[in-house]
């Protein structure tokens, strides 16, 4: 099985040991400093964004179409989510838990005596804590175009995966809201007739899903299967 | 008259496609309700009247002492005109035409509503006699297709109207001609299965909800009346509690009396109630799930209760009791080459699955076959749920962290009519290979699945 601990193949820069070559070429750029292996793209959105390379498609034509699905069927590659949404999550972590945190300590601090300072201990707490867990989930989420169906995996405790044949999509959607778009940011939704389809990738390069939305919208047609 | 389109409405509804295709250019044409529509409003002035005074018994009370005969006919005198003038304006506002590939229903006095139903969408057809409809000899026509709400449906028609109406439809829907799509009338039908009132009775009486809705009304009053001695207390708890109880047990027994399948080229009919008759239809391919239940009490008769979803519809019985043999047959005429898989081919979780939940971890169990994904659970009221495999939407595993620590995860089903089935506990190993497998087999499984213009 190629879902192991999702706590150590949750990014994108998890090498995948069958096909090295292919891997290099389809991988986005890992999150943590390592040097890009790509060119970078010209319409590069934003410095210090992680850009997303063409899908193995387009960088490949001469390779057999047929080889090409099998692969992709049998071998998943797993793309993580860019750093962005680490950072947003963080600053947005460090700004509530920050500001509780000196409140906890400097009110009780003032009006109660020294010693109920201490009051802040627990929202700091809570900041560490939760410094690491955001960096855990992040790198827990992934998802891999497949031949004939996306696959989205998530979550550190609970963790879950989920499989969205193209033929069954109803509709894609992108979306972005105000602190997302600030940091460049954009989430996209899935939507099957069944509601209880919960196929969302948070936190995604613009360029890169408003790619995936044409792709998904594109094979969804090419498969399209109603109800 | 002829449609001018859909930009003569300001809101209307989409119904699962993009409404971009409009019907072939011939005239079409529009048609109103039964006159009789008018009078269905007729008692909502006096429901107003009548929840008023329940709300304030005693102001009622006092104002009906002072009311006199001339008030009395001055009220009258503009209450019924202006009611009247109301359902009249609804009814002359309302059109519906059929197309060639849509039904349209232009509708609204002030706020302009136009809904288009595509026809090769429509998941079941439901013709309903509620009693007062039954003796006037109207009818009520419901299209259920996903995203239509309680307005699109077409109230009242004459009985023998909506009948030709529900097969014209179908014949569009399955593909027919438009030409000759009104000439083709009803499809024959073969009866299946007629449910016994006394078995249906008997049915009632072994299932644990009745007897404890009714035990309830009668012990939690009492209760109440020895702690409280107060009327009005017991009463306020009595009525809803009794109220649940009838609906329980002479609801469902009415509801449910003649219940009859049948099966026709248009699909499955179902016909029953005693005084309000529901005539459904659900055409091939329509069906997303099918669950047969098995209550504890029902189990030495070797009886079940089966239920199907459709997207978009509100009912979800197919069989309100029949014997497990016969209920079997039913449903592999729903779902064509199904069979379904008899209790020792369901394979049990692992044994220590029983540290994850205790005692019902016996009652799960999964079978996938070539066709259905089918998942068991529950200890006394056993449930079977199928799944055929065209029709799964997204297959998700799900693993907690207690469930991690066991090596166990579930897998959940989803499909169109908002209803997950849950394959639970199952071997972690299991469970991943099962849901690339369920994937590829969903995918697969729609290549043979029967068109939806059934007939084309």
Known sequence: ?227 | MTTPGPEDGTARTDTGAPPTHTGPPHEVVERRLHPVTPLRRAWAPVAVLVGWAVHDPDQAQRQLTRLTTTHLLIGLAVLIPAAALYGFLTWWFTHYAVTGTELRIRTGLLFRRTAHIRLERIQAIDVTQPLLARVVGVAKLKLDVIGTGKKDELAFLDADGARALRAELLARAAGFAPETAHEVGEAPARQLLRVPPRVLAVSLLLTGATWGTLLAALVVPTLLWLATHNLWTVLATALPLLGAAGANSAGRFVGEYDWTVAESPDGLRLDHGLLDRAHETVPPGRVQTVRIVEPLLWRRRRWVRVELDVAGSSNSVLLPVAPREVAESVVARVLPGVSVPAGPALSRPPRRAGRCRPLWWRGYGLAVTDTVFAARWGLLRRRLALVPHAKVQSVRLAQGPWQRALRLADVHVDTGANKSVTARLRDAGEAASLLRAQAERSRTGRRDAPPDRWMA
């Open chain 1, 1 to 227: 099985m190629e879902t192991g601990s999702p706590d150590d193949t949750g990014t994108a820069g998890t090498p995948n040991a069958a096909d090295p070559a292919r891997n290099e070429r389809s991988r986005t750029e890992p999150p943590h400093g390592k040097p890009a292996r790509d060119e970078p793209t010209p319409g590069e959105p934003a410095p210090g964004e992680p850009k997303q390379t063409e899908p193995v498609a387009q960088t490949e034509p001469a390779e057999n179409e047929w080889a090409r699905n099998e692969r992709a069927r049998n071998e998943p590659v797993w793309t993580g989510l860019p750093p962005g949404l680490l950072h947003m999550r963080r600053l947005l972590l460090v700004v509530w838990l920050g500001l509780l945190t000196v409140a906890a300590g400097l009110l009780p601090g003032l009006f109660l005596g020294a010693p109920w300072a201490a009051l802040a201990l627990p929202p700091l707490a809570l900041l560490v804590w939760g410094w690491v867990m955001l960096e855990r989930n992040w790198r827990s989420w992934r998802y891999t175009e497949r031949a004939d169906d996306l696959l989205i995996s998530r979550g550190v405790l609970w963790r879950e995966e989920t499989v969205v044949p193209y033929g069954r999509m109803q509709l894609v959607e992108v979306t972005s809201g105000p602190v997302e778009r600030h940091f460049g940011l954009a989430s996209v939704q899935l939507h099957t007739a069944a509601a209880a389809t919960d196929a969302t990738i948070p936190g995604l390069d613009p360029a890169e899903a408003e790619r995936l939305r044409d792709r998904l919208t594109e094979l969804g047609e090419a498969r399209s299967a109603g109800l």
